[in-house]
């Protein structure tokens, strides 16, 4: 594949829609030094279900989406209203839930025992954290509140259900209408602990963002940038062998190091959604194309 048969379809600035969103910039326009790259009007998908982009996609251009997260739902109408405009997301639909959606990924060997329901009754939610002892995590199929630690992630002891469903009811409370899927109680196992997060004052661990394309990682990003332990030939290895069998053309996975020195994978992510964690901007789409080209 030619880098130059890619077009990297990015949100466009809600106030001016000839500009990218200034959370998007950098990429937009680091992108553009080597392909081709467009801008979406994201409020118009979400509002009214319409597709508007600052230039005509060709027939047959291969779009990669690279933006904020979009619901199943969303994306999908993202997808038909591209195949209508005769071109086509690089993600289908399917892939694109295969690892945004934590239910679609959380069989996969090497990480958290999770359960969940779509069901928001407490009889549901005592069900749910009755499957586990000790202390556990919530959070919706997509997203957590880890920077809220104590009030709507963290639960010490899963059997304690009215603390539980204080921090479950919190958790539901403050995602709103942002909430997806449903709740999800996963275990929580201990991390190797580099430190405290100094604006948030929440534990950070020794955790690693890996990008994949097609099942080839490309770029390892030390998410709390401390850069303490290398990465030797195993760790390598794991995250080579991790990456093998996910249904998706360009998708994140997440891993944390354990106290033991092993690996655990955290999540598994779509990589057009998921953060960079204020990696170079420039290096990162160096080494995406350069994967992409060979």
Known sequence: MKVTDLTFLFPADPLN???PDTDYA?????????TNVSLIDLDLLLV??????????????LIVYRGWMLTPEKYILLQDLIND?????????????A??????WAHHANTLKSAWTFDLKDEALVNLLSQFSGPVTVKDFVKSRKYEWDAAFFIPEARDYQQALTVIHNFIQRQAENLVGGIVIREFVPLLRTGTHLRENLPMFEEYRVFYWRSSPFVIID????????????DQLFIRENGRDINSPFFTIDFARKPDGSLI??????????????????????????????
């Open 17 to 19: 829609p000839h500009e």
């Open 26 to 34: 950098e990429e937009y326009h680091a992108a553009g030094l080597v």
């Open 48 to 61: 009214q279900g319409k597709l508007k982009v600052n230039r005509d996609l060709s027939l047959s251009t």
């Open 85 to 97: 405009a005769g071109a086509r997301l690089l993600t289908d639909g399917n892939a694109y839930k």
């Open 99 to 104: 690892t945004h959606l934590l239910p679609s």
């Open 223 to 234: 998410y709390w940038n401390h850069n303490l332990k290398y990465l030797d030939e195993s």
């Open 265 to 294: 994978i955290m999540e598994i992510g779509d990589g057009q959604v998921s953060g960079l964690q204020d990696y170079d901007v420039n290096h990162f789409y160096s080494l995406l194309f350069n994967k992409i080209a060979n």
